[in-house]
């Protein structure tokens, strides 16, 4: 499973990338990803999350990988369900420690 986070927005504007894929990590840092991505029901998403603009918010494009099944969606900070935040601040965390 590969998944890859692209981050825009904010106060300064600047956009970061954030990637991980299982066949890099440990079994169980792998397992927990994809319990994550399960309990997000992330391939049951629409492919735009939106709320109206709001200045310095941050917003997501997240994408899903695994195998044949690739999903992206668009989600603004605001609009953001809460099912899915847990799913984006592990990756965003465990990317940033790799």
Known sequence: MHITIERSGGF???PLTFSIDTAYLPSEQATHLRHL????????FSTTLSAPAQPDRFEYEVTVQEGDRK???T????????Q???LLRWVMATARQS
Not at 75 to 82: F, K, Q, T, W
């Open 84 to 86: 899915l935040k847990p």
């Open 37 to 44: 991505v399960e309990a997000a029901d992330f391939f049951g």
């Open 75 to 82: 989600v603004g900070e605001v609009a953001m369900p809460e």
């Open 71 to 73: 999903h992206t969606i």
């Open 12 to 14: 300064t504007g600047m």
